[in-house]
């Protein structure tokens, strides 16, 4: 095996650990990564101590319409927009790299992500093949992620007008606010103003 072929290698295996950590599921990984699939399944219960998961789960687009993951979705999509525009590592770097800042300014606790790695790229997957568009809010004018073809005449976010159960906490009689609960979800808060605005604007701005 020559020198090349064996950075290569090393190379893609470092890709496949690094997308196994960020929660990638096996068919993503035998997409994107060139190892074997037995490979990519040694590797794969090395890191996480288990045998992947079977089966890609049925994501259907309305999942990213519910609140709280409308929330994180835009989050995330419009810093991945960010990314494939400023970054020229590709659109798999691109999403890594959005993923990683997302979980980053998220800042849930481990096994609390609402946006996890599978949704991340299904819902790329969804704008490239048109079933998704980013729909600007007429009162924040935040970027955020809708039902293509839907109305984006007076369109007005999730976090702008909250629906009543937003933020209400299971087992919990005290509810927290909505607009509090949200901004919490975007970020830590000295970074909510900078990175909510920032993420949820960017595409606007760089658009
Ligand atoms: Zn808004």
């Known amino acids: 095996m020559s020198q090349k072929s064996v950075l290569a290698e090393v190379k893609q295996v470092q890709l496949a650990v690094e997308l196994i950590l960020l929660g990638a599921r096996l068919q993503f990984l035998e997409a994107e990564v060139g190892l ?22 049925p994501f259907s687009a309305d999942w990213y319409m519910t609140w709280l993951a409308n929330i994180h979705s835009s ?8 990314m494939r525009t400023h970054d020229d590592g590709g659109d798999l770097q691109a999403l890594i790299k959005s993923y990683r800042l997302y979980l980053e300014q998220a800042d849930l606790p481990e096994g609390n992500v609402v946006l996890d790695f599978t949704r991340a790229y299904t819902m790329v997957r969804f704008f490239d093949s048109g079933m998704l568009q980013l729909n600007s809010c007429c009162r924040c004018n935040g970027e955020f992620v809708a039902h293509a073809y839907d109305d984006k005449h007076d369109y007005v976010c999730v976090l702008c007008r909250p629906p009543s159960r937003a933020g209400k906490v299971r087992n919990s009689d005290k509810p927290a606010q909505p607009r509090r609960t949200a901004r919490r979800a975007l970020g830590r808060p000295g970074l909510t103003a900078g990175l909510a605005g920032v993420a949820l604007g960017c595409a606007a701005a760089v658009g």
């Open 36 to 57: 074997s699939r037995e490979r990519l399944i040694r590797l794969y219960k090395e890191i996480k101590g288990a045998s992947p998961p079977k089966g890609l789960l």
């Open 75 to 82: 989050m995330f999509y419009n810093i991945y927009c960010f």
